[in-house]
Each structure stands twice: as structure tokens, then as C-alpha cells.
């Protein structure tokens, strides 16, 4: 793997839960690294840390010891309000169980992240549009709330929401499905 195109990597990094009174190592030891223009699946059984992983790779949550680097930057040593910038402006989440709010609208949910970067109405409007275009919500759904859409539209609009703020990095939790 070229060093150069490398935009995030993990070093050593561990998580563990308690569950029931026992502890549960969800990641533990893991060194990987990402390259930026690539697609990388992390494959493994239900419950072998996946989704454990995903969350710290997003600072969603933090690890108990190791290194997360992004763009070079070990990520774990930052303050909370400088990770919610990371997160606003450099990852795409797109949640197993897709996470869209239930009273708004498609195009509502896909603007929302927008609201965080302070984008004017008028351009989170159009770029909510152009997204559910692209990945293939007909007009006619955008102001329908997730309930009347199928389970296909409500995967597509999470991705739309998403792309929102051209993350640099799409954190996708079984996006198939």
C-alpha cells in the first residue's frame, strides 16, 4: 500500500465492553490502513467488532487505547468539539439501520447535515435534490417521511445524506443490507 495515498490508519487500536459482567474485546489490536480513492469491505462474522470499529474509525466512539490517524493526524488525541468537526466535515455515515429522522422528509434528512456547515437554505435545497437524483429517489418521494418510503429508498437517502458535505471518507455499516 502507497503511504502517500494513505488517509486513515489505525495502530494498535482496542475496545472493549462490558456486557452482562463480562468483558468483551469488540477490537482488539488492530493495525490497518486506508487508501483515499478506494473501497475497502471489513468483512467478519455478527458480533466480531465491525461495527465497533466503524464507530471509532468515525470518532462516534473513542477507543481505549491505540491510534486512529486521519490524514496523518492521530484523531484520539483531539478535543470532542474538534472531533464533531472531523466528523462534520470529513466522514459519511451511512448506519446499519440507516438512523433517518422519522418526521423529516427525504430531502429534509438529506439537508440536515448541511444545516452544521452553515450552508445557506437555497444551496442545501438544490444539493438535496441533486443527491436524491443521483441516487435514484424520484421527485415525487423527496417530501416523504421514511414510513412511506421502501426500505431500498430510505438506504438510498441515508447514502444521499451521506454525501451531504463531500466527506472525504463514507463510513458504510452493511450497506447492502
Known amino acids: 500500500m502507497n503511504n502517500n495515498n494513505i488517509i486513515l490508519s489505525t495502530k494498535?487500536?482496542?475496545?472493549?465492553?462490558?456486557?452482562?459482567?463480562?468483558?468483551?474485546?469488540?477490537?482488539?489490536?488492530?493495525t490497518v490502513s486506508f487508501n483515499s480513492s478506494s473501497l475497502t469491505s471489513i468483512v467478519g462474522k455478527s458480533?466480531?467488532?465491525k461495527s465497533t470499529l466503524l464507530n471509532l474509525l468515525?470518532?462516534?466512539?473513542?477507543?481505549?487505547?491505540?491510534?486512529?490517524?486521519f490524514e496523518g493526524k492521530n484523531i484520539v488525541k483531539?478535543?470532542?468539539k474538534k472531533l464533531i468537526d472531523?466528523?462534520?466535515?470529513s466522514v459519511g455515515?451511512?448506519?446499519?439501520?440507516?438512523?433517518?429522522i422519522p418526521n423529516l422528509t427525504a430531502i429534509e434528512n438529506?439537508?440536515?447535515?448541511?444545516?452544521?456547515?452553515?450552508?445557506?437554505?437555497g444551496k442545501r435545497i438544490k444539493k438535496a435534490k441533486e443527491l436524491l437524483k443521483?441516487?435514484?429517489?424520484?421527485?415525487?418521494?423527496?417530501?416523504?417521511?421514511?414510513?412511506?418510503?421502501?426500505?431500498?429508498?430510505q438506504q438510498r437517502v441515508a447514502i444521499a445524506r451521506a454525501l451531504a458535505n463531500d466527506p472525504k471518507i463514507i463510513l458504510a455499516d452493511e450497506p447492502t443490507g
Not at 455515515?93 to 433517518?100: A, G, K
Not at 421527485?139 to 426500505?151: A, I, N, Q, V, W
Open 47 to 49: 458480533g466480531s467488532g
Open 58 to 69: 468515525g470518532s462516534l466512539e473513542r477507543p481505549d487505547s491505540g491510534e486512529i490517524n
Open 93 to 100: 455515515f451511512v448506519f446499519q439501520f440507516f438512523n433517518l
Open 78 to 80: 483531539l478535543s470532542d
Open 86 to 89: 472531523y466528523r462534520r466535515k
Open 134 to 153: 443521483k441516487v435514484d429517489i424520484e421527485e415525487d418521494r423527496f417530501y416523504h417521511t421514511p414510513l412511506k418510503l421502501s426500505g431500498g429508498q
Open 12 to 30: 494498535n487500536l482496542n475496545k472493549k465492553f462490558k456486557l452482562g459482567g463480562k468483558v468483551v474485546e469488540a477490537v482488539k489490536d488492530i
Open 110 to 121: 438529506v439537508m440536515l447535515p448541511m444545516e452544521f456547515v452553515k450552508l445557506n437554505k
